[in-house]
């Protein structure tokens, strides 16, 4: 059976959702963070060096990396599920690669200056600009459409749902119509709240 190695309020949480997208069984062993620097427990490292969330057991091999996470899950069991149609296939490699590769570089970013208080200024407006850029084109490529890539849910859209829950925590959204709709939309679907119940508190994009 599959393992989700399942960091509390952490990007594992779209792989929870990814598995009860597909109908899977799968155990989840649940870590808490360090409640002063937010970072994982140790025992996290012995599954993976990196000792980050998500990481998946899959007979006996370690996946690393949500995005891979996806792909590689989806191609072993989606039998078609959550797969672009073959003319969406550029678009939805884009966006699953994008959300982690440039996407949430200035949420985390942001996340680590707002540590620094005042000592951050010469460094904020250079990401808040970054973050609007991205938005704005996120939020663009939304107009119009109910997901990311074709009209049906796929790898891309759970790829993607992490970031605009965690700039949705820094009320980044609030402008941003698309958005609000879209993850709203992604919020109720039934998988999404099962994975809920299985990930335990998550109160990132409430
Ligand atoms: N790009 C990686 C990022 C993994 C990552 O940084 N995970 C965070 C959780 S959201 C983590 O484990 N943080 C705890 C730590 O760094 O100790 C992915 O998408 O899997």
Redo the contacts with the bound molecule.
């Keep these: 059976m599959l393992k989700v190695h399942h ?1 509390s309020e ?3 949480q779209r792989i929870l959702w990814l598995l009860e997208e597909l109908g899977l069984d799968y155990e989840v062993v649940r870590y808490e ?1 360090d409640p002063k620097t ?3 427990p140790p025992e ?1 490292k012995a599954i993976h060096p990196l ?4 990481l998946v057991e899959d007979g006996g091999r370690v996946l ?4 891979a ?1 996806i792909e590689t899950l989806i191609r072993k069991y989606g039998q078609g599920r959550l797969s672009p149609a073959p003319e969406d296939l550029d678009r939805y490699t884009h966006f699953l690669h994008y959300a ?1 590769g440039s996407a ?1 570089l200035p949420i985390v970013q942001l996340l680590y200056v707002k540590r620094l208080g005042d000592a951050a200024a010469p460094i904020k407006p250079r990401i808040d600009s970054e973050l609007k850029s991205h938005l704005s084109y996120l939020e663009g490529s939304l107009q119009g459409r109910e997901y990311l890539v074709g009209n049906a849910l796929t790898g891309a859209d759970i790829q993607l749902s ?1 970031v605009l829950e965690a700039a949705k925590s820094f009320r980044l959204l609030a402008e941003l119509p698309n958005f609000t709709a879209y993850l709203d939309r992604l919020h109720a679907r039934p998988a999404y709240q099962r994975a809920l119940e299985r990930g335990g508190p998550y109160k990132m994009g409430r």
């Design positions: 960091l952490s990007r594992s963070r937010g970072f994982a996290l000792g980050k969330s998500p690393a990396e949500s995005g996470i982690e949430m992490f």
